[in-house]
DNA sequence: CATTTTTTTTAGACAAACCAAAAACATACC
DNA sequence: GGTATGTTTTTGGTTTGTCTAAAAAAAATG
């Protein structure tokens, strides 16, 4: 029905239309595709024949209700999959990434259902992010990135909105990871580094750079 | 380096090798791919080119080292997901073939490496074909089609040469897995058909077609 | 409204796989 | 040894999926 090439740009526009804007520019999703705009153009247009995204030239697409299915379902396949790895094949969280890009693609509803059972119905993968039921419904808590959080307060990170190996493995270094809790102490003005806290009582200072990219929710 | 087909077709050359003659021939091979001798020709045209398979025109087909080493590795993949998908994930063994053909062209070395290791280093599938280990060694014990047992013999059913759903359900329905005891009582002339008693006392009577693709040793 | 930027279309390319029909070949029988 | 027979290869072509450079069109900007 769908190759997995398709379904990666449908990942890639859901993914996108979270993120930002309410619709996807060509631009964007080449850049997010590594790949032209004119072959996004094509891509794009073939999606919408088949009814996966709603597009209108010189207007953006979006996924269309059949297209969020689509990109929910590889999300879900591509998460439990994360989860299995980590839990069950002790990898670490930062490498992970790259091997459920190809197993978010086999088919079997069943193989899913059955993993998904076997994992203990995992709520959230090892970024923490949340897991997508099998209707596409997943709970959202209301999470920020650190960088908008006000000094004073107290926080717990609960996702990463970078999963690169970089960025993971530093927050390794640092002594971060999903569940820990913090509390903000001070903004520098000059170069809007935060200084903050760690629970154990460990004081550090993160760039702008990482702090968009640590989510926290407020206690 | 090698597509997803290319690998089918190298396991299937293999397989075809190891089953029966020395060189495989094109037809055999179109027949076993479920294609078109002149595609079959193609394709392993291309694969001679990448020094994958040894062939001469008009005289057959053989893996060659480089070729066999993919295959194994295929083969590897396909067994250790196999057992995954029945030791952990509760698949029957009828259930896991599609499943595991798709599974088996998965890239990662490293994941295979800790599947292997989170399954207990199994030395056997579901359907009692020995795993290549790494380098593409296995133990094969001299097994035997049940048709060709000799009446009186004690024997244990190590495997089955036909992993069709079909065969594989049937032999559940008369009680028949992998590790089951039996002995040979008689063997009828007039349709070929055996009569065996099975561990527990259960008389039952199999035709050629099932006893060809019964894999025993006898104790 | 004119210039710049963004987006789309056009036109073409490539690669992987497939197949029907024609041609070439091997060999087995007379 | 010649010829009929079945097998294999080649030819020529299709489909699907993906990609790009460059031209054209639309949108945004000042
Ligand atoms: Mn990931
Ligand atoms: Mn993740
Ligand atoms: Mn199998
Ligand atoms: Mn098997």
Chains 1, 2 share one sequence.
């Not at 890639?12 to 631009?27: D, K």
């Not at 069950?88 to 091997?99: G, S, T, Y």
Request: charged letters at 30%; proline letters at 4%.
């Amino acid at each position: 029905m769908f190759s997995y090439v398709e379904e990666n740009y449908l990942k890639a526009i859901y993914h996108l239309s979270q993120h930002g804007e309410t619709s996807v520019s060509t631009n964007a999703l080449a850049e997010e595709m590594k790949t032209t705009p004119a072959s996004v153009s094509d891509m794009v247009r073939k999606l919408s024949k088949k009814k996966a995204v709603d597009y209108q030239k010189y207007r953006g697409v979006n996924v269309s209700n059949k297209g969020k299915e689509i990109a929910l379902k590889v999300i879900r396949k591509h998460r439990l999959w994360e989860v299995f790895l980590v839990d069950k094949l002790k990898f670490k969280w930062d490498e992970v990434h790259e091997i459920a890009e190809e197993l978010e693609h086999i088919k079997s509803p069943l193989l899913i259902k059955r993993l998904d059972e076997f994992l203990g119905f995992p709520k959230h993968d090892p970024h923490g992010d949340p897991i997508p039921d099998e209707d596409g419904n997943f709970s959202s808590v209301k999470k920020q990135p650190l960088q908008d959080t006000e000094v004073g307060a107290k926080a717990t990170v609960i996702g990463v909105d970078d999963s690169s190996p970089a960025f993971l493995k530093y927050l390794d270094k640092v002594g971060i990871s999903i569940g820990t809790k913090l509390s903000i102490e001070d903004k520098n003005e000059f170069d809007g580094s935060m200084d903050i806290v760690l629970e154990e009582s460990k004081a550090i200072t993160i760039s702008p750079a990482a702090a968009v990219n640590l989510l926290v929710v407020i206690e």
